[in-house]
């Protein structure tokens, strides 16, 4: 009913040749494996036209890593999700716990970056996730119903075209991963949360991914849950082989 989807988040890695050169590795090697999932490889605005020109998209989609939350004009430095959309991507991930840290993205931009994504056709993978201190106090469930409760304004039929991504901050690059108890425990929460308000249907029907620290190791176990369906990777994205072996995990 929904889809399981690995996606990668490269970050502020690779120089031009390198993404380029790293596309085309996982595009042939997505090609020529056995997969179970739908496989996106989010990539620097500045790759998105090389690496569009080198992948399959029947083999593996293209995203961005943000988009602004303006239409168009004098916002220097900022690209716009129409922008996004003409280089041929068709995702972007959105609230990444590291703009909501680093750059003080804040629930309201990101429902209007949300709304932007959606108006321009592309689709969000739209990130929410606790940190440590949350985790710890015990308020991690609220924290993250906060963050998903912040779309709550879209219609059902826009959120239906939402990708989910939990991403516990204590787990991202430091190699300590949720267990997949906690992760599955996260993901029903979160789509307990979307039935209250959108009914069983829509929350059925959304793919929630897990991310942090998820590797060739550890990513059948966080798949094997109900509720996780599927990983957005950060470190062991920037190798066609280990994310070979998390997309393998699905088989
Ligand atoms: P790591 O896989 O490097 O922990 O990063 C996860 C992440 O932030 C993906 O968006």
Request: charged share 25%; proline share 2%.
């Amino acid at each position: 009913m929904r889809k399981n989807i690995v996606a990668g988040n490269w970050k502020m890695n690779t120089t031009l040749d390198e993404g380029v050169e790293l596309a085309n590795e996982i595009n042939a090697k997505v090609k020529e494996t056995a997969h179970n999932c739908d496989v996106i490889i989010c990539v620097p605005f500045t790759h998105l036209t090389s690496v569009n020109a080198m992948i399959e998209p029947d083999v593996v989609a293209l995203g961005a890593e943000n988009c602004s939350e303006h239409d168009k004009g004098a916002y220097t430095g900022e690209v716009s999700a129409a922008m996004v959309k003409s280089t041929g991507a068709t995702h972007v991930i959105l609230g990444h716990s590291e703009r909501r840290q680093y750059f003080g993205e804040n629930n309201e931009q990101l429902l209007a970056k949300t709304r932007q994504a959606l108006a321009n056709g592309l689709t969000p993978i739209f990130c929410v996730g606790e940190v440590l201190e949350d985790r710890e106090n015990g308020s991690y469930n609220d924290v993250v119903q906060a963050q998903v409760e912040a779309l709550f304004q879209l219609s059902k039929e826009d959120f239906e075209k939402l990708i989910i991504a939990y991403e516990p901050v204590w787990a991202i690059g430091t190699g300590k991963t949720a267990t997949a108890e906690q992760a599955q425990d996260m993901h029903a929460h979160i789509r307990k949360v979307i039935a209250e308000k959108y009914g069983k249907e829509t929350a059925d029907s959304t793919s929630i991914l897990y991310g942090g620290s998820c590797k060739p190791e550890n990513a059948r176990e966080l798949f094997s849950k109900p509720d996780v369906d599927g990983g957005l990777i950060g470190g062991a994205a920037l190798k066609a082989d280990s994310f070979l072996g998390i997309i393998e995990a699905f088989n």
